[in-house]
């Protein structure tokens, strides 16, 4: 009869007591060397408007600075718009929405986009390095995901623009006219092409503002705009801080809205076009629960619920920054977790063995460190591994709180830095119940070896996006977006081409 | 009542030493790869790669002549100006022993192991098992690498799996013993898990278990050996037990060589980055080193045939 092994310990020596729990020595024995990516950015001294398909100065010539957060080095300067340059872009975009662009049958579309995508994906590491310049983010991230899951979009997109008589079955569909999109500094250049493409392929022209401290890489892409030939006036860029996105947001001209961005702000958005016939959708804020239950193969969680809140510094409107533990295996996936944050390379982001890079802007960093001294005050556990941080820039370590409630700041304010929240349940319903107990409601996570669970927690869960059993994974055909205070509409897939479009 | 089929057995196992989701694992050992290892780095890599390498032949054409320039290959394995070290040891079947133990001596380093138990597949009486490891000894292996009973373990016979491999720790006496598990045979990584939590409950600190024997189609991959590492890791952790690992089988390069050390690195820590814990089972590899190494010194790459390439040939 086979036999549970648990009599086989005749040479194992147990862990006696008195003596210190084995520990593992994550250190610096083979310590890697810097391994800078080398790439040229080729960046301007200086980006300008794009408007009408050419670079233009702004009328009040005012520029502001772009700075490296991982040195606080000054990159280049932007434009800063005005009033009347916002004026102009929508001027333009409407000329070549009735012009151009409105009347192109989507095959002519369809080219330009996979010209752009293909041009993207010519330049990648160039993309890749101005990226983390402007952004902060690990080389390898944008290198691995930004870069090519932008060019992707496009190539998605592009397949779709020819086949639009598919896209609702018995229905046809017809472009919006113009439309204002507003994108956050978390994943710049992606974030670009999550509006742009499906927008462009639909038949509708844009005026984009990037956030004014990751515009550089919107600008770069405008410059394979020109270089694919994309007709004058179809995408325009202005850039700014929150009152250029005002006047995008609030201008008479879209017939449709688009924001990613927090919830706060949104809510102001929503506020403005109350009463207007213009359409929106909203990508806003996440405090997303990844579950992880008693049955869940354990390492392989650790490494979700690391991907899941350090990818991109946590700077992830999906960040998995709620994790919710079965008591039962609280302590060991809290013991695991430590270990793997451990060996996490924090620094420098071009360097490509950098796990986690800079914080975005000294703003954010300001909020970050708030929030978590808030969290220790509150008596959650804190951990930070012992990493050295560079001296200057903007850099905050991988920190996780145990023992946090339900009712604790950190457990319900979305942070937006690399700062993880333990709570810990004892049922599947408490799991849920504690997942769903959120303004919140964009993504979440479960983790568990049994099919079936997995499929009722999707069901029951209040999220956009379930993860089973991985975390923070994307793809142009899977829509993307929110329930609740998260925001509304969706973006990629199918779905997402029919908020930029009517049923006629 | 417990349910007492093979599959019953093995679930109840998978439950106490945990389930493991292979695309979760292929998906952390991608990230091994993109560490880049540069400089000073990648010196102290290559020669760290090098000192842990158990050179092998394990041919049916093996010589004693063969087996003696594998030793000098092993004792010296490059112009001493590089400073290269000497591999961790030499692998052959147990009749080459006594070749290998005269081709070395009996003052150096290099150790001598040798794979007996009926290798690779084990197929044959306990007792003929045991007594060729007593015979690969008393010809002077210090290490004895041994196959489980892959047959045992996938009917769900544990206790037979486990008496076995202990009946084998008494048979090698002083002698360090690896423990083959043969993943391919295994083929998920849940077996591998279970596996290797059976072996190391059984085998002494400072044992090795090995990922396979390098006589099937799959042999050791990232993957697996981070299967490995983990259960390493765990056991570890729970029992104060060092236990070493060796992959085996499939690391040509030393770009590959360099990725696995990554693995340990980042799963094992320190303690687990020298050749007391962690083997190479390999025989083209060390070539490879050798050759980014004087690489790295001169800047430029070396023919071949400056490093007797192929594996056939030391």
Redesign the interface.
């Known amino acids: 009869m086979p036999t549970l092994t648990a009599s086989k310990k005749s040479n194992r020596s147990a862990v006696r007591a008195g003596r210190p729990a084995p520990e593992l020595i994550l250190g610096d024995l083979w310590e890697f060397d810097p391994a800078p990516e080398s790439a040229d950015p080729k960046l301007k001294a200086r980006y300008e408007l794009f408007i009408d398909g050419k670079f233009v100065a702004p009328k009040g010539g005012r520029y502001f600075d772009s700075i490296n957060p991982a040195n606080e080095q000054k990159l280049a300067e932007i434009a800063l718009a005005g009033p009347a340059d916002v004026d102009a872009a929508y001027a333009a975009a409407q000329r070549a929405y009735d012009g151009v662009w409105g009347k192109l049958p989507g095959r002519e579309r369809a080219k330009y986009l996979y010209r752009i995508a293909r041009l993207l994906q010519d330049r990648a590491r160039e993309f890749a390095v101005a990226e983390t310049l402007d952004g902060g983010k690990p080389i390898k991230e944008s290198r691995d995901f930004d870069v090519p899951m932008a060019a992707a979009h496009f190539f998605y997109h592009a397949g779709w623009a020819d086949k639009l008589d598919y896209v609702a079955p018995g229905r046809k569909v017809a472009p919006l006219g113009v439309v204002g999109q507003v994108i956050p500094w978390n994943f710049p250049l992606l974030m670009c092409a999550w509006k742009l493409a499906p927008a462009l392929a639909m038949g509708n022209t844009v005026v984009l503002k990037p956030a004014e401290t990751t515009s550089i890489t919107a600008l770069k892409l405008a410059e394979i705009f020109q270089d694919a030939g994309l007709p004058p006036g179809v995408v325009n860029f202005v850039t700014g801080a929150g009152e250029v996105g005002a006047a995008v947001m609030n201008h008479p001209t879209p017939a449709k809205i688009a924001f990613t961005g927090s919830t706060e702000v949104g809510k102001i958005i929503m506020r403005g076009l109350a009463g207007t016939d213009k359409k929106m959708t909203m990508e806003l804020g996440g405090k997303a629960a990844n579950i992880v239950f008693d049955d869940a193969p354990i390492d392989q969680a650790v490494e979700g619920i690391v991907n899941g809140i350090f990818f991109n510094q946590g700077h992830v409107c999906c960040a998995g920054s709620r994790l919710l533990v079965q008591e039962s295996v609280a302590a060991k996936v809290l013991a695991k977790l430590k270990n793997r944050i451990r060996t996490l390379r924090v620094g420098d982001p071009m360097d490509k063995n950098t796990d986690i890079g800079a914080i975005n802007s000294r703003e954010q960093l300001d909020k970050i460190t708030r929030l978590v001294a808030a969290g220790v005050k509150e008596g959650g556990e804190m951990f930070q591994p012992a990493c050295k941080l560079p001296a200057k820039g903007f850099y905050f370590r991988p920190t996780i709180f145990s023992g946090v409630s339900m009712s604790s700041r950190v457990a319900r304010e979305e942070i937006f830095g690399p700062v993880l929240s333990i709570l810990t349940f004892r049922t599947v319903d408490e799991a849920i119940e504690k997942a769903n107990n959120t303004a919140y409601g964009l993504s979440a996570g479960v983790w568990t070896d049994k099919g079936s669970r997995i499929l009722k927690m999707s069901t029951e869960l209040k999220a956009g996006v379930v993860w089973a059993n991985t975390y923070n994974k994307f793809d142009p055909t899977s829509p993307f977006g929110g329930y609740k205070e998260s925001g509304f509409g969706r973006e990629g897939g199918r779905q997402g081409l029919l908020d930029y479009c009517k049923l006629v | 009542m417990l349910a007492?089929s093979?599959q019953a057995?093995l679930q109840?196992?998978f439950d106490?030493v945990?389930?493991?989701?292979q695309?979760?694992?292929d998906?952390?050992v991608a990230k091994y790869g993109?560490?880049?290892?540069?400089?000073?780095?990648?010196i102290?890599?290559l020669k760290?790669a090098a000192s842990m390498v158990d050179l092998t032949t394990l041919e049916g054409k093996d010589t004693p002549g063969k087996v003696a320039s594998l030793c000098q290959k092993a004792l010296a394995p490059h112009d001493p100006e590089l400073g290269v070290p000497q591999v961790a040891a030499v692998c052959v079947y147990p009749a080459m022993v006594k070749h290998a133990r005269r081709a070395l001596g009996r003052d150096t380093a290099v150790r001598i192991a040798s794979v007996a138990t009926a290798f690779p597949s084990g197929q044959v009486p306990l007792k003929t098992r045991l007594a060729e490891v007593k015979a690969a000894v008393a010809d002077g292996a210090d290490e004895i690498d041994m196959v489980i009973n892959r047959g045992a373990f996938l009917a769900?016979?544990?206790?037979e799996m486990?008496d076995e491999i202990?009946a084998v720790?008494q048979a090698c006496g002083d002698a360090t013993l690896k423990v083959i598990l043969e993943v391919s045979e295994l083929e998920t990584y849940d077996n591998i898990r279970a596996a290797s939590?059976?072996a190391m409950?059984?085998?002494?600190?400072g044992d090795f278990i090995k990922t396979s024997t390098g006589k099937t189609s799959l042999n050791a991959t990232l993957g697996n050996n981070q299967v490995m590492l983990?259960a390493i890791?765990d056991f570890?952790?729970?029992?104060?037990?060092a236990i070493a690992m060796k992959p085996a089988g499939g690391i040509r390069t030393a770009k590959q060589a360099l990725t696995f050390?990554v693995a340990v690195?980042?799963t094992?820590?320190?303690?687990w980055?020298n050749n007391r814990r962690y083997r190479f089972g390999a025989s083209s590899l060390l070539n490879d080193l050798v050759r980014q190494l004087e690489k790295e010194k001169t800047g430029a790459y070396q023919a071949p045939y400056y490093f007797s390439e192929a594996a056939e040939s030391y």
């Open positions: 007492r093979p057995a109840r196992l106490e945990g389930s493991v989701d695309i979760g694992v998906e952390r993109t560490r880049s290892i540069k400089k000073a780095s990648k102290q890599g760290l769900g016979e544990f206790s486990q202990a720790v939590f059976l409950r059984v085998i002494r600190p983990e890791r570890y952790l729970a029992t104060g037990v050390l690195k980042e094992l820590g320190d303690a980055l």
